[in-house]
């Protein structure tokens, strides 16, 4: 643990206004606090908001696992999990049954969640509504009277487009039947994961300084039409790795010549399946 | 009938500069009113005061909702204005680009009003959207293009559809064939006289042209500088005007 920082990076101010946010998110579900962003040594694109949140969070005691597109391997994870094991001196974990503290982009973990663990996510872009409204005090408002019919025009303008909802990732939802909410980029495969998760779901955006909050066992809907219904991505393939028919898939090339193969994008899954299966 | 629409005593001012002074109207169901009036003369201010897009400075505005029961504009929360704007008024702009989302389908900008009040079910949207673009005489297939590929007469004719699409009880119309071609504001006339029969529509249409007036309002009221010259059925006010300014509009009218 390097000295010259407080414990995780960020003085003991800068953590009480941050979980003095985060406990507003969580008694409103859904709802984006402001609050304010500080400098971190990482660029925003980074996960500077999901950082700030995991340092508010972290005690002595905590098992940190960080993941990014489901693996723990790459350069954004393995950067994430190094900066706190460096600032805060914690435990580090891939294995996601072990962490008491998950930090993810793009992802939600394949093994279910429990309600000792929290899920942190990093957020690029906050607000659901931005690409149809960019003005800031109109969207506050739409939201303040929950006045969503915004969301469904570009639902509708995907299916007259593609003939189906093409949104795949950051897919819209309803929190506690009140907040338009952005589940963060991740696929919309992970949306049902959301919905009356055991664990507390936290997301942090550096850039945008929101902080918003899906509480335990909270109501999570994805958005549809009543003849287009919400559908999760489904693959021909199983994982040529594990087998496994459930989980998410990632096409991989796996040599020169271009062949090309389905694995699970969550690395820790598909790994402690194979083990399960060679014992 | 009872009366749809009541404005009593409305004025606006800007500092110490008159938007409109101390006018008094009543509109009726099925009723399109028209303000006339040249650029200066208040009429736009009033229609804004109207629609509760502005406070007024002085005097009231009651509105009978669909239940029946009478609101006062002026105490309306911006939540409550926003659900009469929603579901029972519809606003018509001058410039149709400022009414319509151009960075959707024209498809989408007709059904959004239609989703905003809940409907969820796509396939009925469309067949909606489809028959309000044959209605306002866009070729329905051209449901998924975008209103920036439109002329501006067919901008304004989707502005209409995108407007009227949930039968709203009272319809603002800003000038709305001001800025087009002659030949094209005909036919967006033409058009609006028979959606505003058809549907029984009350609304207060502001214009300059007292030609706009003749063709679709039972009533009309002349406004200069803020206050009110004249009102009284169109028909009279052409045939004999009273007021200097309205005699003067008149004899613009019958002369083109
Ligand atoms: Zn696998």
Aim: hydrophobic content about 40%; glycine content about 8%; charged content about 25%.
């Amino acid at each position: 643990m390097t000295p010259s920082y407080n414990f995780a990076f960020l003085d003991e101010d800068t953590k009480r206004m941050l979980r003095r946010a985060l406990l507003k998110a969580v008694a409103i579900p859904g709802y984006q606090v402001p609050f304010g962003s500080r400098e971190m040594p990482l660029p925003y694109g980074w996960g500077t908001g999901g950082i700030q949140v995991t340092a508010a969070l972290l005690g002595r005691d905590d098992i940190l696992k960080v993941i990014d597109q489901g693996a723990d391997d790459t350069t954004n994870a393995v950067n994430i999990r190094r900066f706190f094991a460096r600032v805060a001196g914690v435990e580090t974990t891939e294995h996601t049954v072990d962490a008491s503290l998950i930090q993810t982009r793009h992802r939600i973990p394949e093994t279910p969640l429990r309600e000792d663990q929290i899920l942190v996510f990093q957020v690029p872009e906050p607000e659901p509504l931005r690409t149809l409204e960019p003005r800031e005090a109109e969207t506050r408002t739409l939201h303040a009277l929950a006045d969503y019919g915004l969301m469904h025009v570009k639902l509708y303008e995907d299916i007259a487009q593609y003939g189906h909802i093409a949104t795949s990732y950051d897919y819209p939802v309803l929190v506690d039947d009140r907040f338009l909410t952005s589940p963060s980029p991740i696929p919309k495969f992970d949306n049902p994961k959301l919905d009356r998760s055991p664990a507390l779901m936290l997301f942090g955006a550096g850039r945008e300084k929101r902080l918003y909050a899906i509480p335990p066992y909270t109501k999570v809907e994805s958005l549809a039409f009543d003849d287009h219904p919400f559908e999760i991505q489904r693959w021909e393939h199983r994982c040529e790795l594990c087998g496994s028919a459930e989980s998410y898939l990632d096409e991989v090339i796996v040599d020169d010549r271009g062949s090309r193969m389905f694995v699970c994008s969550d690395t820790d899954f598909c790994g402690d399946r194979r083990a399960e299966a060679q014992a | 009938m009872s009366a749809l629409l009541q404005v009593r005593g409305l004025s606006r001012h800007y500092g110490q500069r008159i938007g409109c002074e101390d006018v008094s109207f009543d509109l009726h169901p099925g009723e399109l009113l028209c303000v006339v009036g040249e650029s200066g003369s208040g009429k736009s201010t009033l229609l804004s005061t109207v629609a509760a897009q502005l406070a007024p400075s002085a005097g009231t505005v009651r509105y009978r909702q669909r239940d029946g029961e009478w609101l006062e504009l002026g105490t309306l929360s911006e939540a409550d204005r926003r659900r009469l704007a929603r579901e029972e008024w519809g606003f018509v702009t001058q410039n149709p680009r400022d009414g319509l989302r151009l960075n959707v389908s024209a498809g989408a900008n007709v059904a959004e009003r239609l989703m905003a009040l809940g409907m969820r079910n796509y396939s009925q949207l469309r067949g909606i959207a489809r028959s309000w673009l044959e209605r306002v005489e866009i070729d329905a297939a051209r449901i998924d293009d975008a209103p920036t590929s439109f002329s501006g007469g067919m901008q304004q004719r989707l502005q209409i559809a995108r407007t009227l699409v949930t039968q709203p009880r009272l319809v603002f119309m800003d000038e709305p064939t001001a800025g087009l071609d002659v030949s094209v504001q005909a036919r967006i006339l033409d058009l609006l006289r028979g959606l505003v029969n058809e549907l029984g529509l009350a609304a207060v249409m502001v214009t300059h042209d007292l030609a706009v007036a003749r063709l679709l309002a039972a009533r009309t009221i002349v406004m200069q500088g803020g206050r009110v010259v004249e009102t009284g059925l169109t028909d009279q006010i052409l045939d004999d005007p009273q007021h200097p300014y309205t005699q003067l509009l008149v004899s613009s009218v019958l002369t083109t």
